[in-house]
């Protein structure tokens, strides 16, 4: 109980230092949200959306899974984007990975692991699309970094191909799609340079008229 006792003592310190700062910063807090940003990350504890991009309460809105993947069928993860574009208007929507992530590293396995294989297997189709360049990185470790980046930009395309995102390019709406990658060893992002604007940047199969 100790441990959960310190939550409410971190607590008590967090609205603290916020009323220090500003009397009346929970009550604007509670009036509305406008985030500019939504992040879909990882769910990897290290890996915090608000402290290493140094963003306050109200100013990102999150989504987390394991090894951040976006997939077609998922009623959660399509109902956040929804809702960030169509009732928040996020500007920027942001896929973030991370190198060392446990999710990717069991997908390149064949290990069994229970429900998350089923999970898992989405990873192992971006490992099944890029195997020849995956393959070809002889040292182990390298190639396990390369698929959490390879992994973010398959997600990042899985964004863009949503009727969601699509459907705000068509009604001319600000929005851009970003993949970047985390180094937990030294806490610094990375650009993938994979930004998204339109959906004239996606393959045309997957673009709606």
């Known amino acids: ?15 603290e230092h916020w009323l220090n700062v500003d009397e009346n910063y929970f009550k604007n807090l509670a009036k509305l949200q406008s985030p500019k940003f939504l992040w879909i990350g990882c769910a990897d504890s290290r890996v915090p959306a608000n402290e290493i991009t140094g963003l306050n309460p109200g100013e990102v809105f999150v989504h987390r899974n394991i090894a951040n993947v976006v997939v077609h069928t998922d009623m959660n993860c399509l109902s956040v984007i929804q ?16 190198y060392g992530c446990g999710g990717v590293k069991a997908a390149m396995g064949s290990d069994k692991f229970g429900l998350i294989d089923n999970w898992l297997r989405h990873i192992k189709d971006v490992y099944r699309m890029h195997e020849d360049e995956l393959d070809a990185v002889k040292d182990e470790n390298e190639r396990f970094k390369l698929l959490c980046e390879l992994n973010v930009k398959e997600q990042v395309l899985n964004v863009c191909n949503t009727s969601i995102a699509q459907k705000a390019w068509t009604e001319g709406q600000k929005l851009s799609i970003h993949g970047w990658i985390f180094d937990v060893a030294d806490g610094i992002i990375h650009d993938l340079d994979v930004s998204v604007s339109d959906a004239s940047q996606i393959n045309k199969i997957y673009q709606y008229k």
């Open 1 to 15: 109980m100790k441990d959960i006792e310190l939550l409410f003592e971190n607590n008590k310190k967090f609205v």
């Open 83 to 98: 809702y960030a574009v169509k009732v928040l208007k996020v500007e920027h929507i942001l896929v973030v990975g991370h």
